[in-house]
């Protein structure tokens, strides 16, 4: 069983930073991968970030690429999003998760564990 508490969220400008955290309980955190997902209003909860449980393979939504960077300290039991030049449209609760596996994972269903979500605010 793993459990997963997100931290970081806040209000923010728009072109700003935010560093959001992901601590994780429970067994064999350092064999599974992470990711990062989003959630604005009204709309369904999207893909944002994945990284592998050994850390060297990282994959990102296309809205993200260059801005958004996911890294993990498996030392720590944490993994993190830093998020830069921020965006009113970055807006939304976004949720950290794990799964176990060294594959690369991107959609909702392949994801077991998920944390409460933390919300970003980005205004302009």
């Known amino acids: 069983q793993v459990q997963l508490v997100e931290s970081g969220g806040g209000l923010v400008q728009a072109g700003g930073s935010l560093r959001l955290s992901c601590a994780a309980s429970?067994?064999?955190?350092?064999?599974?991968?992470k990711g990062w997902f989003r959630q604005a209003p009204g709309k369904e909860r999207e893909f944002v970030a994945h990284i592998n449980w050994i850390g060297d393979r990282t994959n990102y939504a296309d809205s993200v690429k260059g801005r958004f960077t996911i890294s993990r300290d498996n030392a720590k039991n944490t993994v993190y999003l830093q998020m830069n030049n921020l965006k009113p449209e970055d807006t939304a609760v976004y949720y950290c998760?794990?799964?176990?596996?060294?594959?690369?994972?991107?959609?909702?269903?392949?994801?077991?564990?998920w944390g409460q979500g933390t919300q970003v605010t980005v205004s302009s």
């Open positions: 998760a794990a799964r176990p596996g060294g594959g690369s994972y991107s959609s909702i269903q392949q994801y077991d564990y």
């Open positions: 429970g067994r064999a955190f350092s064999s599974y991968a």
